[in-house]
T-cell receptor, first 116, second 113 residues
Framework: NAGVMQNPRHLVRRRGQEARLRCSPM?????VYWYRQLPEEGLKFMVY????????ESGMPKERFSAEFPKEGPSILRIQQVVRGDSAAYFC??????????????FGPGTRLTVT | QQQVKQSPQSLIVQKGGISIINCAYE??????FPWYQQFPGKGPALLIA?????SEKKEGRFTISFNKSAKQFSLHIMDSQPGDSATYFC????????????FGPGTRLSVLP
């Protein structure tokens, strides 16, 4: 049973370009979360999605960032017009739908974005 | 308050010793407390988790102690090994399923051989 998959693992973009990060949840998982981790810091929640729905985007910056989880295919985190401050590791986590709660989140290996 | 505090920031332990990492929270609505282990360049891996209806949970060498009245919980690693050297994050979540996690800032553990 494959774990959470993310690609690319490393992404280099120049300032002003767009970054697209992809996440495929574990088989059978219907909830996807995106977190951002700056160097030497903990993970900060960005957005929570279910298929075709954004459930909670309270951690997303108001501009340039967007996320989707289409009916078919991976979840995408999109960053437009990247700036150096966007350089970070972006982690996707997925969670199963369990009776009484889907608490456990399983993380992918992350995408390390470097903006030059 | 959504913040989760974690200490110490870094910890050095001799092989065979006990590693103890502490976390504290303010929001009494939190009802799920996992610990994650992260190696450099890797994603966080779920280590062990606890709900507030129990005061302790043990899995192998890892134990969570939970003090609901003090709003504190801690991770104990018994017989620490060099392979345990990693960054450990506590987290908290609340409400019904699907809520996001609030993470502590992390503790970098080094176990000396």
């Amino acid at each position: 049973n494959a774990g959470v998959m993310q690609n690319p693992r490393h992404l280099v973009r120049r300032r002003g370009q767009e970054a697209r990060l992809r996440c495929s949840p574990m088989k059978g998982h219907s909830h996807v979360y995106w977190y951002r981790q700056l160097p030497e810091e903990g993970l900060k929640f960005m957005v929570y999605l279910q298929k075709e729905n954004i459930i909670d985007e309270s951690g997303m910056p108001k501009e340039r960032f967007s996320a989707e989880f289409p009916k078919e295919g991976p979840s995408i985190l999109r960053i437009q017009q990247v700036v150096r401050g966007d350089s970070a590791a972006y982690f996707c986590a997925s969670s199963p739908r369990l009776a009484g709660g889907a608490y456990e989140q399983y993380f992918g290996p992350g995408t390390r974005l470097t903006v030059t | 308050q959504q913040q989760v505090k974690q200490s110490p920031q870094s910890l050095i332990v001799q092989k065979g010793g006990i590693s103890i990492i502490n976390c504290a929270y303010e929001n009494t609505a939190f009802d799920y407390f996992p610990w994650y282990q992260q190696f450099p360049g890797k994603g966080p891996a779920l280590l062990i988790a606890i709900r507030p209806d129990v005061s302790e949970k043990k899995e192998g060498r890892f134990t969570i102690s939970f003090n609901k009245s003090a709003k504190q919980f801690s991770l104990h690693i018994m017989d620490s090994q060099p392979g345990d050297s990693a960054t450990y994050f506590c987290a908290a979540s609340m409400g019904n399923y699907g809520q996001n996690f609030v993470f502590g800032p992390g503790t970098r553990l080094s176990v000396l051989p």
